[in-house]
C-alpha cells in the first residue's frame, strides 16, 4: 500500500521568506500527485497536481511543485510567502486504482507579519 | 453555487446515539467520498462510491454505514456514537469519465465537526 509523508510538521515563516515543504511517497508504480490546502476553517482546496509531462508543475496563488521520481518526492515551493498562506498543506498520492487519495500527515504553516 | 455541500456543518452530540451527516454534489460526478480527519488533522478516507456502488470500504466499524441514494448524494449513518468517532467528517467527488478514471481531482465539502460528549 502506498503512504505519503511529510517530514515538517510545523513551519513559521515571516513575510516574503520563501518556502519549501517536503512530501515523500512509497509505492513503486505510477503516481498522480497533488498537494492541498486548508485554511483555518475551511474546506481542502486543490493548490496543483502532477499527473504526467513536465515535472515541474505551477499551481494557484503562486506555488509551485517538483516530481523527482528517483526521490519518490513532490516538494511545494514558493519564493515569497504572504501572511494569508497560513493554513495547513497537505500532500497526497493516487496510484491510479479506484481513485483513492493517500494523504500525508500535513504541514502546519505559520506566516507572521 | 456551492459544488459539494454537506449538513449539518456542526453536530454536538451524546455517547450512544445515532446521527446522520448529509453530503450533495452539484459537480456532475459520479464517484463519491467521505473521509476523516481527526483532531491532528490527519485525513483518512473511509468510503467511496461509484455510480451508487462501493468501491472501497477501509477498515471502519460497522457502526459506519454509507447510503448513497443517487449520484449526487453520499450520506453517512453513524450508529451508537463513541468519544472516537469526534472527528471532522469531509466528502468530496470527482469525475471517473475521461480516459484514466483516478487521474481526476477531488472536491472537498466543507466539512462536518462532530463532538461526541
Known amino acids: 500500500a502506498q503512504s505519503v509523508s511529510q517530514h515538517n510538521h510545523h513551519v513559521i515563516l515571516s513575510e516574503a521568506a520563501s518556502l519549501e515543504l517536503g512530501c515523500n511517497y512509497s509505492y513503486g508504480g505510477t503516481v498522480n500527485l497533488f498537494w492541498y490546502v486548508q485554511y483555518p476553517g475551511q474546506h481542502l482546496q486543490l493548490l496543483l497536481k502532477y499527473f504526467s509531462g513536465d515535472p515541474l508543475v505551477k499551481g494557484i496563488k503562486g506555488f509551485e511543485a517538483e516530481f523527482i521520481k528517483s526521490k519518490f518526492s513532490f516538494n511545494l515551493r514558493k519564493p515569497s510567502v504572504q501572511w494569508s498562506d497560513t493554513a495547513e498543506y497537505f500532500c497526497a498520492v493516487n496510484t491510479g486504482t479506484a481513485s483513492k487519495l493517500t494523504f500525508g500527515t500535513g504541514t502546519r504553516l505559520q506566516v507572521t507579519l | 453555487d456551492t459544488a459539494v455541500s454537506q449538513t449539518p456543518k456542526y453536530l454536538v452530540t451524546q455517547m450512544g446515539n445515532d446521527k446522520s451527516i448529509k453530503c450533495e454534489q452539484n459537480?456532475?460526478?459520479?464517484?463519491m467520498y467521505w473521509y476523516k480527519q481527526d483532531s491532528k488533522k490527519f485525513l483518512k478516507i473511509m468510503f467511496s462510491?461509484?455510480?451508487?456502488?462501493?468501491?472501497i470500504n477501509e477498515t471502519v466499524p460497522n457502526r459506519f454505514s454509507p447510503k448513497s441514494p443517487d449520484k449526487a448524494h453520499l450520506n453517512l449513518h453513524i450508529n451508537s456514537l463513541e468519544l472516537g468517532d469526534s472527528a471532522v467528517y469531509f466528502c468530496?467527488?470527482?469525475?471517473?469519465?475521461?480516459?484514466?478514471?483516478?487521474?481526476?481531482?477531488?472536491?472537498f465539502g466543507p466539512g462536518t465537526r462532530l463532538t461526541v460528549l
Open positions: 459537480l456532475g460526478h459520479d464517484t
Open positions: 462510491y461509484n455510480n451508487k456502488e462501493l468501491i
Open positions: 468530496a467527488s470527482s469525475s471517473s469519465r475521461g480516459a484514466v478514471s483516478s487521474y481526476n481531482e477531488q472536491f
